[in-house]
C-alpha cells in the first residue's frame, strides 16, 4: 500500500506560509500540505483526525505565535495518544539555545532556524522533508517489529 505524507505546517507569518509552500512544491509534489495561522487552529484540526495506515503526519511549527506557541503546541501534541511518534520539527526565527534545547526535550526531532534568503530556505525546507521521511519510515519499520 502506498502511504502519503501529509505535513501540518503552522505558522502565524502568511509570507513565512507561503515560502513554506513554495519550497516544499519545489522539492515534492507528493506531498500534502495543511496550513494554519496559529498553533490552536493545528491543535483542533488535528483533534478531527482519524489516524489511518495510508498517511504518515509529520508536523513543522513556527515557534513564536500568538494564543499557542511552537513549544505549547508540541507538548501538547505529544499527549495526544497515536501522536507521539510523529515527527514534529520547528522552525522558528529563534535560534536561542534555551529555545532549542527545551524544545528537543519535549520531544521535537529537529529545531531549525529561518534563514533570510530564499535559496537557504528552499535547502532547509528540503532538509527537513527528509528529516520527516527518515523519521516516519524508521517508525514505521520499530511498528513492524
Not at 505524507?5 to 502565524?12: F, G, M, R, T
Not at 513564536?64 to 511518534?85: H, N, T, Y
Request: glycine share 4%; with cysteine.
Amino acid at each position: 500500500m502506498e502511504r502519503v505524507l501529509h505535513i501540518l505546517h503552522a505558522d502565524d507569518d502568511e509570507e513565512d506560509r507561503w515560502i513554506f509552500q513554495d519550497g516544499l512544491n519545489k522539492c515534492d509534489l507528493t506531498i500534502t500540505l495543511t496550513q494554519f495561522e496559529d498553533g490552536l487552529h493545528l491543535l483542533k484540526h488535528i483533534e478531527t483526525i482519524q489516524l489511518d495506515q495510508k498517511t504518515l503526519y509529520a508536523i513543522i511549527c513556527d515557534m513564536q505565535m500568538p494564543f499557542i506557541d511552537g513549544a505549547g503546541v508540541l507538548s501538547q501534541v505529544k499527549a495526544i495518544p497515536g501522536w507521539r511518534e510523529v515527527p514534529f520539527i520547528i522552525f522558528s526565527t529563534s535560534s536561542l539555545k534555551e529555545d532549542i534545547r527545551n524544545c528537543m526535550n519535549k520531544g521535537a526531532l529537529a529545531f531549525y532556524s529561518k534563514p533570510d534568503t530564499f535559496p537557504d530556505s528552499q535547502r532547509i525546507i528540503e532538509e527537513m522533508i527528509q528529516c520527516c521521511q527518515k523519521q516516519v519510515v524508521s517508525n514505521q519499520l520499530s511498528f513492524l517489529h
